[in-house]
């Protein structure tokens, strides 16, 4: 369970309030307008933007001040989530070894990470040689073996086209999301939260709303959801 | 939405480097101020080169600027075979050592050298480069290609649709885009050149001297070597210090930080119809103003190569060494300053351009004397003296190339847990390697080419290959001196090829 209690983040004339509690299990989507603070909220979870309030906890064990590497959190971002001078096995072998030295132990489970998303005998070559999809398969590799709690996504697939962002989120979906896991992705699109996320949260007005069911919010939405969908409910 | 920047580094070896230069720079001003003979004022002799120092800059300066400007523009709207090669060379006065460059200044305008035989083939009698006006010729050598440079920039700088624009309008180019490109960059470049000039030891000390051309360097020089008067060599330091101070702090304002030269391989289309010939005979003159001397160089180098004594060799053994060690230390220092980042660099990176090698050298030879015959210490003064002179020139290579991989990958670095030693070795310096190769390719060169710590303090058993070679000149044996430029020079071109081309390979970032 990661709860946000009585959170309050802030920066110049821009305020957001959390007070909510994310179930393991489940994988959740952050929407809403642009500015919103959808981006801030994650990168508050992850350890990037210190609260001005309140606390961020994970069983009960207070996170807040906890370095970002301390976590139980991976995260992916927007872009740069690997180091272009790295093969993909060094980039997806960080998450065992920050240090890099690898066992043969190791390397034989970086292998598997890549073979499972569907990387197999491409671990040699620098991201730069590959396409945007296969990037994005190897930073899921790296997310899959440090097998942390929680999974946060900062609209990583973003850049890619609509058929294959689809693809990545299932494979999230089939490779990430499981009984112990809490998975956190900001999305802008509404398609891609009702494609495969259990819960929304919705960041509008300064406030992120407490965890409503997908199907239950979409059936029933709330004026500010109707304002960003931009139309009437059907 | 901007994000609190992770510190993945621990403070203490930026703290460090700084302190080193703090007390390098300005430890040893101390030093050179509290010795100094305030009493005894300054004597006519001081004045006389406070006012030497300061015209032979100002007028150096100026004309390296104004030759600039024609060879600049030249070189901004023509295409021709030799181009790319020429301002490559433009590059090469900044990293060649300056006593070799002189002997290839000597070649040519020298008693003996090219014009004065063909002045005498003409039964005119000979001129002397020995002089004010000599030690303007060599200041115009060393920064006339540097003007260039600079002023070159300016004018790829203005974007190529202003061009179009005014070829439509049938606008006069001159006084629409170039004049005012012009009145920004020219002052900048002057001042830059005027602060280099007033810190030129070697040039003075070897094409200057007696009581009508005599720097405040070199009256420190004096002041220490031949006289052994401690208070007035301080209190001359002290000058030169202040000279060095306002100098720096009117350039810095004016120009503020400059680009490394980038991206002068484009020449800008134009419509409006120049001289060709005025084009061609700046560049042909430039052109061969650079190459003459340094083609004297090997010319007058190779046949003495063969019977070079052993003293040179051990000489250029001992300055591979100081020039290994600098360019270290300077690495390392302009590394862990600018994983420091913040506007501390900004004042440490720019301290040693004010502090000028000999002001440096007097306070380290105060502070060492009473201890230890400084002449013990020569080698290892002058690698330290050294890596804080060249590093201004160090950061401002790599501290862009820093700042940049801490902005896109330090969010990455944090939730990975990549910190420390790991984050250095794993992220920073592979990403930076090309701007480290580099500019530890420029602190080596310029180590290797020093002449003035080490003039300061060297015995006989200590001589590094320029001190050897002025040595050799002022002895008149001017066959093994050509031989150890041609040594010098291919050292130092070699060393600074080494690193910035090791650096390069198989670099696919």
Redesign the interface.
Known sequence: MLTCEKLLLQ?DD?ALRADLALAKGRMTALIGPSGA?K??LL?AI?????PAKGRIMWNGRDLTDL????RPS??L?QD??L????SVAQNVG??LR???RLSAQDAARVNAALVDVGLAGLGGR?P?ALSGGQQSRAALARVLLADKPVVLLDEPFSALGPGLKMEMLDLVRGKLAGPDRLVIMVTHDPADARHVADDVVLVADGRAAAPVETSALFANPPAVLIDYLGQGPA | MAQRPVALTPRWPGALSGALVLVLTLGTLAAVGWRAEWGGGLSPADWSAIRFTVTQAFVSAGLSVIFAIPVARALARRRFFGRKVLITLLGAPFLLPVIVAIFGLLAVFGRSGLINDVLGLLGIPPVSIYGFHGVVLAHVFFNLPLATRLILQGWLSIPAERFRLAATLNAPVGRLLEWPMLRAVVPGVFLVIFLICLTSFAVALTLGGGPRATTVELAIYQALRFDFDLGRAALLACVQFGLCAVAAVVAWRVTGPAAMGAGLDRSVQRWDRASAVVDALAITLAALFLVLPLSMIVLKGLPGLADLPPSIWHAAARSIAVAVVSAALCSVLALALALWGGPVIAVVGVLPLAASGLVVGTGAFLLVYPFINPARLALVVTALVNATLALPFVLRAIAPAVADVQADFGRLGAALGLRGWAWVRIVVLPRVRRPLGFGTGIAAALSMGDLGVIALFAGQSQETLPLAMFRLMGAFRMETAAAAALVLVTLTFVIFWICDKGARRDADL
């Open positions: 920066q821009f603070g981006s801030t990168a992850a350890g990037f933007f210190p370095p970002p590497g301390d991976s995260i971002f740069n989530n180091f272009p001078h790295l960080l998450a920050p240090r890099l620098k730069g």
